[in-house]
């Protein structure tokens, strides 16, 4: 069984266009996360949730926005793509019920997304 | 801010030499530490970590050490195989006092070739 999964694992799509990404855990985690990887494969965060709340948003344009219906999913939609949105998005998560304690992050396969 | 800096790649080796990727942090408060590594067409995967100075992470013949005087959590492996290829990624957590805010800062990662 897949824990961290990721649709589509490909996505091609025209500029200016919308299109969304989605991701599930089945791990039972409270927090979940999305990473972008851009071409030279630099790895950044760009959002946390946790318990459905947002709690990390680092410096992302307003065009990207999670939406977290439930504690298993996190869902990237993206707006009024432009090529700069070309890239890997990974999706991850951990459980974060000690603080301090260490929680591995568990990343899905990633979406690479092409803009056109 | 928080910054990880890696060696340099991409990185070639023959099969059984000595491997070392370079990796030092700048962190305010007491990091965690981890490699990371993504295998072609791949999620990532934790390798190891440290969470605490001179703690050593190892596993599957790869070994860091935490060096807080020298701020250095370097990779090494005595004798690569060719399936160790893959892009290696150092990255550090800082313990935060809210859950979902422990997020990860990576690397620019290092692709690590070994050839036969």
């Known amino acids: 069984d897949t824990a961290v999964s990721q649709t589509p694992k490909y996505l091609v799509t025209q500029m200016g266009n919308d299109k969304s990404i989605k991701c599930e855990q089945n791990?039972?985690?409270?927090?979940m996360y999305w990473y972008k990887q851009d071409s030279k494969k630099f790895l950044k965060i760009m959002f946390s949730?946790?318990?459905?709340?947002?709690?990390i948003n680092e410096t992302v344009p307003n065009r990207f926005s999670p939406k977290s219906p439930d504690k298993a999913h996190l869902n990237l939609h993206i707006n009024s793509l432009e090529l700069g949105d070309s890239a890997v998005y990974f999706c991850?998560?951990?459980?974060?019920?000690?603080?301090?304690?260490?929680?591995?992050?568990?990343f899905g396969p990633g979406t690479r997304l092409t803009v056109l | 801010g928080d910054s990880v800096t890696q060696m340099e790649g991409p990185v070639t080796l023959s099969e059984e030499a000595f491997l070392t990727i370079n990796c030092t942090y700048t962190?305010?408060?007491?990091?965690?530490l981890f490699w990371y590594v993504q295998y072609p067409g791949e999620g990532l995967q934790l390798l190891l970590k440290?969470?605490?100075?001179?703690d050593k992470g190892s596993n599957k013949g790869f070994e860091a050490t935490y060096r807080k005087e020298t701020t250095s959590f370097h990779l090494e492996k005595g004798s690569v195989q060719v399936s160790d290829s893959a892009v290696y990624f150092c990255?550090?957590?800082?313990?935060?006092?809210?859950?979902?805010?422990?997020?990860?800062?990576f690397g620019t990662g290092t692709r690590l070739t070994i050839i036969p």
């Open positions: 991850a998560s951990s459980q974060d019920r000690v603080l301090g304690s260490y929680n591995e992050q568990f």
């Open positions: 791990l039972g985690h409270d927090t």
């Open positions: 949730y946790n318990n459905k709340e947002l709690i």
């Open positions: 962190a305010t408060g007491y990091p965690s």
């Open positions: 440290a969470t605490k100075a001179d």
């Open positions: 990255a550090l957590r800082i313990q935060r006092s809210n859950f979902g805010n422990e997020k990860l800062t």
